[in-house]
């Protein structure tokens, strides 16, 4: 399965509402994550099966879609989110990243 | 609490071998996975494979298998991840994380990540 993330960088301000797609070649149902990574960090697991948000990720971070095509959205950015995004499909093995988004201050 | 702990970092010659580790602590699930992501410098995550400890089943990305060896050792919550003949373009950061025992559930905590360099 092919994973196709866009865009790959997006520049935006304290505050915006953002959102980020990515897309599957095949039918992955809802088995679609989201991480963040910050710079020298480990990922972080922020959405899982689409939509359902990792205990303690802020109300901020929303995530939606289904079959192919999927979103994540940050509403109200803040400074701390200032990272790197993936989303990785989960439906089989392999289980492919998405080729990232960089989300950089405006 | 979790802790996902890796071996430190290394730096080897083109040609040697290495195993590195993973040691999980604290993961209240009884049976999970753990895979390993491997990140070139300044670049994306790639799936490398994934081994449930429990029966030993393995899984390799495509670009992996036959290049490394993920392997586990139960008793000790360990996971390793093995090469027998480095060259230069292992050089990267590699991360060990849990996954639940359902194997389309996301990787939920990772290690700190293991930076490898292989340069004569």
């Known amino acids: 399965i092919q994973v196709t993330q866009s865009p790959s960088s997006l520049s935006a301000s304290v505050g915006d509402k953002v959102t980020i797609t990515c897309r599957a070649s095949?039918?992955?149902?809802?088995?679609l994550n989201w991480y963040q990574q910050k710079l020298g960090y480990a990922p972080k697991l922020l959405i899982y099966?689409?939509?359902t948000l990792q205990s303690g990720v802020p109300s901020r971070f929303s995530g939606s879609g289904s079959g192919t095509d999927f979103t994540l959205t940050i509403s109200g950015l803040r400074p701390e989110d200032f990272a790197t995004y993936y989303c990785?499909?989960?439906?089989?093995?392999?289980?492919?990243f998405g080729q990232g988004t960089k989300l950089e201050i405006k | 609490e979790v802790q996902l702990v890796q071996s430190g970092a290394e730096v080897k010659k083109p040609g040697e071998s290495l195993k590195i580790s993973c040691k999980v602590s604290?993961?209240?699930?009884?049976?999970?996975?753990i895979g390993w992501v491997r990140q070139l410098p300044g670049k994306g995550l790639e799936w490398m494979g994934i081994?449930?400890?429990?029966?030993?089943?393995?899984r390799y990305g495509p670009s992996f298998q036959g290049q490394v060896t993920i392997s586990a050792d139960k008793s000790i919550n360990t996971t390793y991840l093995q090469w027998s003949s480095l060259v230069a373009s292992d050089t990267a950061m590699y991360y060990c994380?849990?996954?639940?025992?359902?194997?389309?559930?996301?990787?939920?905590?990772w290690g700190q990540g293991a930076l490898v360099t292989v340069s004569s």
């Open positions: 604290g993961y209240r699930f009884s049976t999970y996975w």
């Open positions: 994380a849990t996954k639940q025992h359902l194997i389309r559930l996301p990787f939920d905590y």
């Open positions: 990785q499909e989960s439906y089989g093995t392999p289980q492919t």
């Open positions: 095949q039918n992955i149902d809802s088995h």
């Open positions: 081994i449930n400890p429990d029966n030993s089943d393995t």
């Open positions: 099966t689409a939509s």
